[in-house]
């Protein structure tokens, strides 16, 4: 099947630190694009994956379940880890949970994570009938595009396959299983007016995670999709300075030591 436009993967050769960005369910690397190039412009090596079944049509994605995407992840996280001193993974909702297990198995080949909005648990009461429901009913509207800046769509699907969401629910009960193992330091910007992912998500995060150095942001002006939002800029500067911070030592960087980096 033909791509989506824009849904394309993304990777650019750079320096010594490596970026891997991780899309959502139902969404393409077009929503991850813009951070993309503005951190290969930084000079860094990044990766942005199409994750199996996304970025063509929904009924391509019934047939693949949260392994797939995992696999992909996982994959390139490893290629980076090859070719790279340090490699950080930067998430949007899904990929949040997807970041989380490569953070939680992988230990130091993650130096650390950028979640915006991650998704690790149902918000729905719904999804307790996916077991039998995606059997009767295809698919359910989609959740794509839940953006406040008008005239910045994102490039995904109208509709929601149910066998895959029913195998993204697994995948939220086994990051949840794992969320202690994460030791590495942690960004996080979430959105007060998500109209996808409720606060629930980051506060499972934050409350179950090892991890010491731990920040979290808000991003007051944007809905889930952030990365393509108001607030994108702030994500972008705030996730260089985090990396930054935690790469200055091993690249040959003075270290400098920001208010902005605690709370």
Do not use: K
């Not at 998430?91 to 130091?108: D, F, V």
């Not at 002006?221 to 393509?228: D, E, G, K, N, P």
């Not at 200055?248 to 270290?255: D, H, I, L, Q, Y």
């Amino acid at each position: 099947m033909p791509l989506l436009p824009g849904a394309e993967p993304y990777h650019h050769r750079g320096g010594p630190v490596g970026v891997l960005l991780c899309h959502g369910f139902t969404g393409s690397p077009q929503s991850l694009r813009p951070w993309a190039e503005e951190l290969a412009a930084a000079g860094y090596t990044v990766s942005v994956p199409l994750l199996p079944g996304h970025g063509t049509r929904w009924e391509d994605m019934q047939v693949t379940r949260w392994q797939d995407w995992y696999a992909a992840a996982e994959q390139e996280l490893l290629a980076l880890a090859e070719e790279c001193e340090q490699v950080f993974v930067c998430a949007l909702s899904m990929g949040g949970a997807l970041a989380l297990r490569l953070a939680a198995l992988h230990g130091p080949t993650v130096s650390g994570l950028v979640l915006v909005n991650p998704s690790v648990r149902s918000d729905t009461p719904v999804s307790v009938l996916l077991p039998v429901l995606r059997h009767l009913v295809p698919s359910v509207a989609g959740v794509a595009g839940d953006i406040a800046r008008s005239g910045s769509p994102e490039v995904g699907y109208d509709r929601t396959p149910l066998h895959a969401a029913w195998s993204l629910s697994l995948l939220w009960r086994e990051v949840q299983r794992l969320l202690p193992e994460v030791t590495q330091p942690v960004l996080l910007f979430r959105s007060p007016r998500d109209h996808v992912v409720s606060p629930a998500n980051s506060e499972l995060v934050l409350a179950r995670i090892s991890s010491t150095d731990v920040t979290e942001r808000l991003c007051q002006r944007s809905f889930h999709v952030a990365t393509l939002d108001h607030d994108a800029a702030e994500i972008f500067a705030a996730g260089q300075d985090f990396i930054r911070r935690l790469t200055a030592p091993a690249v040959g960087v003075t270290r400098v030591e920001s208010d902005d980096h605690h709370g």
